[in-house]
């Protein structure tokens, strides 16, 4: 059997290494499955190459992965176009957490023949012996499939306990050499990037978050410094982007991990997803130890009702404790704050505005964007229960356009009056960071000329 998996290209210059794709690669290679990774984003081929390489070569199974974005939705309709118009169509798997909540729109818009529903490893290699047998699709756990017109949704599939037993991702069939120049905040020119999984899931519960899979699974720590003293080794990767939703689940296993670093003498940096209630000075100082330069906090409103209307189980007292201890031990946080939630106003977006011209350092850019109910997401069957969205149709078709604009208006502005709100706030927010820079550039011109700083390599930016 001949699977091949795509990689889809999201107009960026250097791309994400594709993390999902590649744990699937590894499970079909561990189940001696012959699989080939079409990497667009590499190449930047137009969707209609994929109809032309299946045209002159031959597959059993092609399969693709999506979150829920606009763009996502848009490359995964163009690209089905491509496959199902292939002389040689293979049997067509698609899966992610954009089509799993809505299976039934998604066989409409894309005639693939399967959808995966969660966590993919073992659910993948069930279905292709089905399929290869030709058996029944009605066993197989953790699937969507069609029976003429009709749409069928198996029992949702246990999910994987010992995370471990998954083997790393199939790096070796990846340019790993193209997706490590990808550079995140306090990385040098000569650094080398890759995503680690330190673990999966999320105990939190944002109204906003469209995650399907409860609970949270750790790696071991053993496991995680043998796939990481793997990289290093292998492509020389010193930068670490921990891709986990929150690698920061308790102040324990943080400290662990942290500790495991150190142990093993890895002397790389590394950046992780983080929450400000366990960012506590003690365990702050230690991550800088242990290498952490950046971490990304999902702050998303300061003021403590919307913090409670969206479940987020934060108070702007701890956010701010948080990240004034993160800045005074010297690393660089993220602070990501969303606008337009249920209860908000231009009170509450003004809050967010203060807080980021306050507490941004500078490393990065950072604006506010509105909140987005993706199908799967509480916030989704709130807007829909409300009437101020219809169903799946109605958010990607007529809702959903760009990430950075209004999908659904929760607030009692206007739709003009909101994204003139954001224009504004925006605005302060954009101006402030270039000012930083400004001021940054200038004093590197004058350590320059005044104080004859010979280590100066001119004006560049990563």
């Not at 662990?256 to 790389?268: G, H, Q, R, V």
């Not at 991550?287 to 702007?316: H, P």
Request: net charge positive; charged share 25%.
């Amino acid at each position: 059997m001949r699977v091949l998996l795509i990689v889809y290209d999201n107009g960026s210059l250097v791309t994400y290494f594709p993390q999902g794709t590649a744990y699937i690669a590894a499970v079909l290679r561990q189940n001696d499955i012959d699989v080939e990774i079409y990497c667009q984003d590499y190449h930047h081929y137009p969707d209609e190459h994929l109809t032309e390489y299946l045209n002159k070569n031959r597959f059993d199974v092609i399969g693709l992965g999506i979150i829920g974005g606009y763009y996502q939705y848009r490359k995964l309709l163009s690209l089905s176009k491509a496959i199902n118009c292939s002389k040689n169509r293979p049997f067509y798997i698609i899966g992610g957490h954009g089509p799993t909540p809505e299976p039934e729109y998604f066989f409409e818009k894309t005639n693939a023949d399967v959808i995966v529903i969660g966590e993919g490893e073992e659910t993948i290699i069930e279905l292709l012996n089905a399929h290869h047998k030709h058996k029944n699709l009605s066993s197989v756990k953790g699937i969507a499939y069609r029976d003429g017109n009709k749409t069928i949704v198996n029992p949702r599939r246990n999910l994987i306990k010992d995370i471990d037993n998954i083997p790393i991702p199939a790096y070796e069939l990846f340019p790993i050499e193209f997706y490590r120049l990808v550079k995140e905040s306090k990385a040098t020119s000569t650094d080398f990037s890759l995503p680690v999984l330190s673990g999966r899931g999320c105990p939190y519960s944002c109204n906003f978050c469209y995650r399907m899979d409860k609970g949270f699974r750790p790696r071991s720590n053993e496991s995680i410094v043998a796939e990481l003293s793997f990289l290093k080794e292998t492509y020389r990767i010193n930068y670490i982007i921990f891709s986990d939703e929150l690698l920061m689940s308790s102040k324990s296993r943080t400290e662990s991990i942290c500790k495991a670093i150190i142990k093993a003498k890895l002397n790389i940096k590394w950046w992780c997803n983080g929450r400000l209630n366990y960012a506590e000075p003690a365990l702050l100082r230690l991550m800088k130890k242990s290498g952490c330069v950046f971490i990304n906090y999902g702050i998303e409103a300061v003021d403590d009702q919307i913090l409670k209307n969206m479940n987020k189980a934060l108070t702007v007292k701890q956010i701010i404790r948080g990240t004034e201890a993160t800045l005074a031990v010297g690393i660089s946080p993220g602070l990501n704050i969303i606008w337009g939630n249920i209860g908000e106003n231009l009170e509450t977006l003004q809050k967010g505005v203060d807080f980021l011209l306050k507490y941004n350092d500078g490393s990065e850019m950072r604006t506010i964007r509105p909140v987005t109910p993706y199908p799967g997401s509480p916030l989704y069957y709130y807007a829909i229960e409300k009437g101020l969205l219809k169903d799946c149709r109605d958010f990607y078709e007529n809702k959903h356009v760009n990430s950075d604009l209004l999908a659904v208006n929760f607030t009692n502005l206007t739709d003009e009056e909101f994204h003139r709100a954001l224009l504004d706030a925006n605005t302060v927010l954009i101006k402030d960071y270039f000012k930083k820079k400004l001021k940054w550039n200038l004093k590197t011109a004058q350590s320059l000329y005044l104080e004859n700083d010979v280590s100066f390599r001119g004006f560049r930016q990563l």
